[in-house]
């Protein structure tokens, strides 16, 4: 079998196992009452990774490029209740034009 | 079963996910015609889509195997990108009605953005909403893997349009109707905070993706800031 059709198995088998941990031993049953402020919580911390890996991260690298200004001007966009949608708009074509600009 | 779910049902799912589901078919364009020039052929990057559906698992997948890495190496990204899926499922575990198989595939449809979508709020996930706005994105980022390594050739370098800033963006948007809270202030080890739970979280989280992101491996640094939620916890009453 090619190395190509191992890794689609491999992590298919594997991020399935992952996600269905939870749901297949836990489902239906109430979390104990203290981890309810903590579940909670976990939407706020794992958005808020995602956005400044997504920002700032070159694989293993920080750095600043054309995302921060697409990402910047769609806090403002957010600020001014603009759609989800014109939100990632704006984003991807302050980014891009940004890029077109630094060649 | 916990008691209550919420309001919403199949169709508010299915209406909320749009225009994130245009975004992701965007991304799973970009995602075709990088995983084909990757040299991962047509057909598996279409099957990954189906059975992986974790766009920055796959993303990691393909360009290792393009920088020459070993099947392992690549795998073994993905999966820890998907790691923060443990945690993820656990939370909305108690809201799954049915049995396993329905749990399963509630389970394959949870992603960072229909888990957000089904959030009612204080720990309470809608799991109509979840199956509804997971099966959106799934066939989004399906058809988009398959117009990529179709169409690939006329697209071009998709990083040119800044896709890759339209996710964080997508987040953020996320993130901000989650930081309000009931409290105004945190308590974190006998210290109280004048800014709500949700916003210290968040905070604390990004701190810690981006303090990790240089000495961790993709992946770890996401699942580490999951961690922050840990201010939450409550002492036994």
């Known amino acids: 079998m090619s190395a190509v059709w191992i890794v689609v ?20 049953k109430p979390l104990p009452d203290r981890f309810a402020g903590v579940v909670g919580l976990l939407g706020p911390a794992l958005l808020a990774a995602l956005v400044a890996i997504g920002t700032f991260a070159d694989g293993q690298r920080l750095v600043l490029d054309g995302r921060v200004l697409g990402v910047g001007a769609a806090a403002v966009a957010i600020r001014f209740r603009a759609p989800v949608l014109l939100v990632v708009i704006i984003a991807a074509a302050v980014t891009a034009t940004a890029r077109a600009f630094a060649g | 079963m916990a008691e209550t779910s919420g309001d919403r049902g199949f169709r508010e799912g299915a209406v909320a996910v749009v225009p994130m589901a245009v975004a992701v078919f965007g991304f799973g364009l970009s995602y075709g015609v990088l995983a084909r ?10 099957v990954m889509s189906v059975t992986t559906f974790a766009g920055s698992a796959q993303f990691a997948a393909a360009s290792v195997l393009q920088a020459g890495g070993a099947a392992a190496t690549a795998a073994l990204s ?14 909305v575990a108690p809201w799954l009605e049915g049995g396993v198989w329905s749990r399963l595939l509630h389970a394959h449809l949870t992603v960072d953005e229909s888990w ?38 006329v697209i071009g370098d998709p990083t040119r349009l800044g896709l890759d800033a339209a996710f964080p963006a997508l987040f953020l948007a ?20 004048g800014a709500p739970p949700p916003a210290i979280a968040a905070l604390l989280g990004a701190a810690i993706a981006l303090a990790l992101t240089p000495f961790a491996p993709a992946g770890v640094p996401i699942v580490a800031a999951g961690a922050a939620c840990l201010i939450g916890l409550r002492g036994r009453r």
Do not use: D
């Not at chain 1, 198995?9 to 239906?28: D, H, N």
């Not at chain 2, 959030?119 to 706005?133: K, Y």
């Not at chain 2, 930081?179 to 006998?190: D, I, K, N, P, Y």
């Open chain 2, 78 to 91: 993905a999966i820890m990108l998907n790691a923060r899926y443990l945690p993820i499922g656990v939370t």
């Open chain 2, 174 to 193: 996320l993130l901000v109707p989650q930081l309000r809270s009931r409290e105004r202030a945190t308590e974190v080890a006998g210290l109280r905070i």
């Open chain 2, 37 to 46: 020039a990757a040299g991962m052929g047509g057909v598996a990057p279409v």
């Open chain 2, 116 to 153: 957000v979508i089904a959030a009612e709020g204080t720990g309470r996930w809608n799991p109509r909403v979840l199956l509804a706005a997971g099966m959106g994105l799934w066939i989004a980022w399906i058809l988009g893997t398959l117009g990529g390594v179709l169409f690939g050739n």
């Open chain 1, 9 to 28: 198995i491999v992590s298919g088998v594997g991020t399935l196992a992952l996600k269905a941990t939870g749901p297949v031993l836990l489902g239906g």
